[in-house]
């Protein structure tokens, strides 16, 4: 398969050559802040799972350098337009449109924000980014806590973990993945312990307000992960951007206005964690937290919803820590139940991701923006060249 074939098969894959994004997942992030504003009053942002480095480069663009992308972009021109309408002409109505491209330039100039700070992790190195601070750690390592904390302020002491409290994080994204086995079941479990990774960082760092987005795959057990979620967060959706394909699992959960239960301790060294149920509970290191977030859950002896207003904070038999309802002790067989609610993301006139598209007679195909700097298969074409190529005579120890 040539470069041109996958242009014409994947017109994000294009664009963001032709638009300098290391990774089409760019357009993921841009279109999920189209729909959610979230990049409104941020400026301490963490990226986990972060390389190559399309994300980081959004953040950057838009925090640091002040870029305006997508419905934001439009939607300042047209505010500023109206202002000179109605400075003019005292109306809103423009008699003309001929000075819209003086609009234009003047909306599309840059305003970078104050005190930026952005820390990007992942296990692989990520190439430097203007403004971006890069960590080549393990998002479900607890070592990494500290590292993150330590990034964000210098001044951070892990011994009196002095700083924590001071120096919050707005926003944490996290698009981990796992390199796909193709056993859809064991995919998705290995993608929910990275999800519930992010989470756990992401209770650690968030300040009250805070908002949180990762990559999820949908399966069998996405509900009970939203349930835990809505605990920690006002409002919880899930959205799949125009750019993610419609053949994928992938979406991505996104939970605004972080509300802390009052008491819950973060802690790496006992991080949340997902279970098959979570009426699995001993009754050891359990603790009350009365909580504000509406949550309902069935109770599966009588079919009625009842609503959850205390929570409990529950390590199991395996040492997995979940957040429950106190109810629970009462009624041992209830499940936990909510739905959030799903929403497609991008401008409807955007590309779809699971189109081929014509190319142009004169189009050229570009090479990445940013080749991988150590992927996980770099020693296995290093033996492959070393044996002469695919089809060498001898075959490569790998
Ligand atoms: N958002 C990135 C971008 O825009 O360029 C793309 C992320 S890529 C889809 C998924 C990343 O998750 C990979 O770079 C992989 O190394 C990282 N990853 C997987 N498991 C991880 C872990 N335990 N800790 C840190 N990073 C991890």
Redesign the pocket.
Request: glycine share 6%; net charge negative.
């Given at each position: 398969m040539g470069k041109s074939s996958k242009d014409k098969r994947d017109a994000y894959y294009r664009l963001a050559k032709e638009q300098g994004?290391?990774?089409r997942?760019?357009f993921?992030?841009l279109q999920l802040d189209e729909e959610f504003d979230l990049f409104a009053n941020v400026t301490r942002v963490v990226?986990?799972?972060?390389?190559?480095?399309?994300?980081?480069?959004?953040l950057s663009r838009v925090l640091i350098k002040g870029e305006k992308f997508g419905r934001t972009a439009w939607e300042d021109r047209e505010a500023k337009f109206r202002q000179q309408m109605l400075g003019v002409f005292g109306s809103t109505q423009p008699p003309f449109v001929s000075s819209a491209s003086e609009i234009k330039s003047e909306a599309d100039k840059l305003r970078p924000r104050e005190n930026v700070k952005i820390v990007a992790?992942?296990?692989?190195p990520i190439s430097p980014l203007p403004g971006i601070i890069t960590l080549r750690?393990?998002?479900?390592?607890p070592a990494?806590v500290p590292l993150l904390l330590k990034a964000l302020d210098p001044n951070y002491d892990e011994k009196t973990k002095s700083q924590q409290a001071a120096h919050p994080v707005d926003l944490v994204?996290s698009?981990?993945?796992?390199?796909v086995t193709g056993l859809h079941d064991l995919d998705i479990y290995v993608q929910s312990q990275?999800l519930f990774?992010a989470l756990n960082l992401a209770l650690c760092v968030l300040k009250p307000g805070g908002k949180f987005v990762a990559?999820i795959f949908r399966g069998k057990n996405v509900d009970v992960l939203y349930a835990q979620l809505k605990i920690f967060f006002e409002q919880v959706h899930v959205a799949k951007p125009r750019s993610s394909r419609a053949s994928s699992v992938e979406a991505f959960i996104v939970c605004l206005n972080f509300q802390p239960p009052k008491g819950f301790s973060p802690s790496l060294e006992k991080p949340l964690g997902v279970g098959f149920r979570l009426n699995k509970m001993t009754e050891q290191n359990t603790r009350s937290l009365p909580i504000t977030a509406p949550m309902v859950m069935q109770n599966q002896a009588t079919g009625t919803w009842e609503s959850i207003t205390h929570f409990v904070q529950v390590t199991d038999e395996c040492g997995i820590t979940k957040v429950e309802p106190e109810d629970h002790r009462q009624h041992a067989e209830i499940d936990i139940r909510w739905i959030a609610p799903f929403i497609a993301c991008g401008d409807l006139s955007a590309f779809d991701s699971d189109a081929s598209y014509r190319l142009p007679p004169d189009h050229v195909p570009l090479d990445p923006v940013q080749p991988p700097t150590a992927p996980p298969y770099k020693r296995a074409l290093e033996l492959r060249r070393a044996h002469g190529g695919a089809y060498g005579k001898t075959s490569p120890k790998v």
């Open positions: 994004w290391r990774a997942s760019a993921k992030l990226d986990l799972c972060a390389a190559p480095g399309s994300w980081s480069q959004v992790v992942d296990l692989q750690a393990d998002i479900t390592h990494t994204i698009d981990g993945a796992p390199d990275l990774a990559k």
